[in-house]
């Protein structure tokens, strides 16, 4: 099929014609169209009919093209106006984007600068923390270093050898009738007995001080000085002693009569429950640092030709307790001559503490211008330590008072056992503060934890304005 161009000779409307046929019509006006070797030809039956068809098909053609031009006019505003349309629309979308990308920055911008803070404040707490991570990990370190040096020390210490315990003459069973053991102690006093066959009592040869070993050595010796004050009939006068340990043995030199033997000792249980307590207690003066007791108080009076007196001795010692502390009474007349003088012993005075004693002295035929108190220095015999805490709690005088001839009261005992005798006191004064009575006397069996009554004769001759009373335990006095 081939298609060609011609015009309606009618009414001049473009066609588009088959050649492949012989005629055609106008779709226009509707003329009969020849086709003959490409030469157009109009058939016209009719001519006026013709000729009304050809204007009306040419308006026809005419409006078609009209109408085409209008749409294509309608078309191209209508396009016109999608355009614009759109270019409005891609401008707002535009300035929307732009609006959109400014809000972004501002928030990212916002948001890096509150996030910069937040890091600050996070650093600062890191910080903070860091630091107390630091200080918890230093401290745990320095914990867990003191923890080593510990283990390490224990470690050390473990290796150390340790003396204390019980020692025994080596092959004893061949000396049967005496043989010589040992005790080192905890709290580094050492002592060394004689044990005789049949008697109960150990016999104190040596005690003295001992330190102990600060190294692993296997060897190790020391110099003991001399603790003991007793006069027990065995035991060594020497101010030192020389103990020497190795192969898990204790060698010493002990000499008698001149004779001198040396002695070794192995570890072995032996009764030390029957070494007397003078040994460990005893004390040397010149080695324990000693301090002479003092006078606290003082009085006296004179009355029916009796020097009547009482004294308070303190003993500032701190683990020394002395027995039968003495003291000197010396009474002088007018010019310095003498009038008489005494000794007296009390029972004993505990450490740091203080015991107050009145009586008769002893007849005076004119009243003493004078009366002194002195203290006599102990003997070293009558020296003994004693571990804070051990001494018995003081006895206390409750409800005492004066009734007309008699002084009245009640010892309470706060210890845990009873106390056989307890001496009462009681020094009564004046308005004055002169003494003016002196009031003592003897109680039996103080119960433990309990108040025992008492009542002492005396003869007033003034009324009391003030009494003071006292109460000691009393086994002995001198």
């Known amino acids: 099929m081939k298609l060609v161009d011609v015009v309606c000779p009618r009414c001049g409307a473009n066609l588009k014609i088959d050649t492949e046929h012989e005629k055609a019509f106008c779709e226009y006006c509707g003329a009969e169209v020849l086709i003959?070797?490409?030469i157009q030809h109009v058939k016209y039956e009719n001519a006026e009919q013709a000729?009304?068809?050809f204007e009306k098909g040419r308006q026809r053609a005419q409006q078609e093209a009209s109408e085409i031009s209008s749409n294509d006019s309608e078309s191209v505003k209508v396009t016109i106006k999608n355009?614009?349309?759109?270019h409005?629309?891609?401008k707002i979308l535009l300035i929307t984007i732009i609006l959109a990308i400014i809000v972004a920055v501002v928030v990212v911008v916002f948001n890096k600068t509150s996030d910069d803070r937040a890091g600050s404040v996070d650093d600062e707490v890191n910080i903070e923390k860091s630091k107390m991570t630091d200080d918890k990990s230093t401290t745990k370190n320095n914990a867990k270093k003191e923890s080593d040096s510990e283990i390490q020390l224990q470690e050390t210490n473990e290796k150390v050898i340790d003396l204390a315990g019980l020692w025994v003459q080596e092959n004893h069973e061949e000396h049967a009738d005496s043989y010589m053991a040992a005790t080192i102690r905890e709290d580094g006093l050492m002592g060394v007995f004689f044990i005789v066959e049949g008697d109960n009592t150990p016999y104190t040869y040596w005690v003295g001080t001992y330190k102990n070993p600060t190294d692993d050595s296997k060897q190790y010796?020391?110099?003991?000085d001399s603790t003991y004050a007793g006069n027990g009939i065995f035991a060594s006068s020497d101010d030192t002693k020389k103990f020497i340990y190795d192969n898990e043995k204790i060698t010493y030199t002990v000499t008698i009569q001149g004779m001198s033997n040396d002695i070794t000792l192995v570890r072995e249980d032996w009764d030390d429950s029957k070494i007397p307590e003078s040994a460990f207690g005893s004390v040397k003066m010149e080695t324990s640092g000693f301090e002479s007791l003092e006078i606290k108080d003082s009085g006296w009076y004179v009355e029916y030709g009796c020097l009547m007196f009482y004294v308070t001795l303190y003993n500032p010692n701190k683990e020394i307790m002395v027995e039968f502390p003495s003291y000197r009474i010396t009474a002088r007349d007018e010019n310095g001559a003498l009038i008489d003088t005494m000794e007296h012993s009390l029972n004993k005075i505990y450490p740091e503490s203080e015991v107050t004693f009145g009586s008769v002295a002893f007849l005076v035929d004119v009243t003493p211008a004078t009366v002194d108190f002195e203290v006599i220095e102990p003997k070293e015999y009558n020296l003994k330590r004693i571990t804070s805490g051990n001494e018995p709690k003081p006895l206390?005088?409750?409800n005492g008072a004066v009734r007309v001839?008699?002084?009245?009261?009640e010892i309470y005992n706060p210890n845990d056992n009873d106390i056989d005798q307890v001496r009462v006191l009681a020094i009564c004064r004046n308005t004055s503060g002169e003494v003016i009575a002196i009031v003592d006397g003897y109680i039996s069996n103080a119960r433990a934890g309990e108040n025992t009554p008492f009542a002492l004769d005396c003869n007033l001759k003034e009324d009391v304005a003030s009494t003071s009373?006292?109460?000691y335990d009393w086994g002995y006095t001198f």
Do not use: C, H, L, T
């Open 36 to 38: 003959d070797d490409g």
């Open 51 to 53: 000729g009304y068809d």
């Open 83 to 86: 355009q614009k349309n759109r």
């Open 88 to 90: 409005k629309k891609g």
């Open 221 to 224: 010796e020391w110099i003991s």
């Open 396 to 398: 206390e005088v409750k």
């Open 405 to 409: 001839n008699k002084v009245v009261g």
């Open 469 to 471: 009373f006292y109460a």
